[in-house]
């Protein structure tokens, strides 16, 4: 995984400053970023829905008991892809 870097983005135009100003030498290209509040929610819900995953590949039940225990994953399942707050714009 990548280090974190500051930035500093402009309220008006959304144009993204890097921890170094520009002397005039530089040359501008397309980049995408993530905002880090967002990315880590991101990482946190996939850690929930991988657990939810390894249950269901490592659950044996016992012989006439698998519906009791597939009932359990569906009521699990849809929690695993919540989200902790809403995202930005939207």
């Known amino acids: 995984m990548s280090d974190h870097i500051t930035a500093w983005e402009c309220i008006g135009c959304g144009r993204i400053e890097g921890v170094q100003p520009c002397v005039g030498i530089c040359q501008d290209r397309k980049v995408e970023f993530v905002y880090a509040d967002e990315h880590m929610e991101v990482l946190a819900q996939l850690q929930r829905m991988t657990a939810v995953v390894q249950q269901l590949a490592w659950t044996h039940p016992h012989d006439g008991e ?9 009521e699990r399942a849809p929690h695993a892809g919540d989200r902790g707050r809403a995202c930005r714009g939207g």
């Open 66 to 74: 698998w519906e009791k225990s597939f009932r359990a994953l569906q």
